[in-house]
């Protein structure tokens, strides 16, 4: 997928260079899916817009190396403009380890960006990611689409992911699975559906 749907001749959601932030109307829903890590593995955002029944990833942030307060501010900055509901996450972020006080979900959240953990499960995450794939909004149009301009990490790495071959439910362990965990942590969840109340309003 390479366009988001149109308002009065604008994408639903769109960057306005001129404000600094991101533009669209009262009704639409926007998600947010965070894969956490460091390195080797990078931390991966993906940003999800609710149209309808469509879930369309219009954007990501792929980071390497970058501590969680840094990239909980980065991420702020990013989603400025934005109607967030809320940031679906790894539960394992909520686990304190060592002497630290604050988990890394608190340090998110100390920095603006509330979590809402999900289940690490890799049976759960073929499952979801599957049926977002095979399951459709209406005829010939699937739930979950991608922005290509927006989600390059995400659109090559999802189609590298097969199942595991020692657990044929589970999604196989794959050194670019982070933006495909992101996006499934997202589709688990239980999104509901929007639609327009003034449609015709461009914001």
């Known amino acids: 997928m390479n ?7 604008k994408p639903v959601i769109y960057f306005d260079e001129d404000r600094r932030q991101w533009v669209h109307p009262e009704w639409v829903r926007v998600y947010r899916s965070l894969d956490f890590g460091f390195w080797p593995d990078p931390s991966v955002v993906l940003w999800f817009v609710v149209i309808g029944r469509r879930c369309i990833c219009f954007k990501e942030m792929v980071r390497y190396k970058v501590i969680a307060e840094d990239l909980a501010r980065e991420v702020l900055q990013e989603s400025a403009g934005m109607r967030i509901v809320t940031t679906y996450c790894d539960p394992s972020m909520d686990v304190q380890d060592g002497a630290d006080v604050l988990t890394i979900r608190g340090r998110f959240e100390r920095n603006g960006i509330p979590l809402d953990p999900s289940v690490n499960n890799r049976e759960y995450f073929a499952t979801a990611l599957n049926s977002a794939l095979k399951m459709e909004a209406e005829p010939g149009i699937p739930i979950f689409q991608m922005l290509q301009t927006g989600c390059p990490y995400l659109t090559k ?29 997202f589709f688990m969840s239980q999104v509901p559906s929007t639609t327009p109340t003034q449609q015709q309003q461009t914001p």
Not at 3 to 9: F, H, K, S, Y
Not at 163 to 177: G, M, V
Request: proline letters at 11%; glycine letters at 2%.
């Open 3 to 9: 366009d988001l749907p149109l308002i009065n001749g």
């Open 157 to 185: 790495s999802l189609p590298q992911m097969r199942y595991d071959e020692k657990h044929p439910l589970a999604l196989a362990r794959h050194k670019h699975d982070h933006a495909p965990v992101a996006a499934a942590y």
